[in-house]
């Protein structure tokens, strides 16, 4: 059974930084896509970043510029570098991953994210 292990949510102020963490079991490589969304109270899950095929990024609108994804192969980790948080963006953090051949995506438990003064 593929697992993923989230780490790095936390509280920060608004302006501040931090860096999420996403690992998984399965290899990085037979994995198409992976990356992460988000969900704030009341609202939708909406997809924050996305990297597929290892080559192609993807990024929510409202993070452009503040969120870098970058992976890690030999540790089979993607990392999400949060700058300059805003209160909006506020909300659990869920990695994910969809398989290369199955098409299977698989989520993580979910990691909070507060951005409050």
């Known amino acids: 059974q593929v697992h993923l292990v989230e780490s790095g949510g936390g509280l920060v102020q608004p302006g501040g930084s931090l860096r999420l963490s996403c690992a998984t079991s399965?290899?990085?490589?037979?994995?198409?896509?992976m990356g992460w969304y988000r969900q704030a109270p009341g609202k939708e899950r909406e997809l924050v970043a996305t990297?597929?095929?290892?080559?192609?990024?993807n990024y929510l609108a409202a993070v452009r510029g503040r969120f870098a994804i970058s992976r890690a192969p030999a540790m089979n980790t993607v990392d999400l570098q949060m700058n300059n948080l805003q209160p909006e963006d506020t909300a659990v953090y869920y990695c994910?991953?969809?398989?290369?051949?199955?098409?299977?995506?698989?989520w993580g438990q979910g990691t909070q994210v507060t951005v409050s003064s």
């Open positions: 994910y991953h969809q398989g290369a051949r199955d098409g299977i995506i698989v």
């Open positions: 399965r290899s990085i490589f037979s994995i198409y896509a």
């Open positions: 990297i597929r095929s290892g080559v192609y990024i």
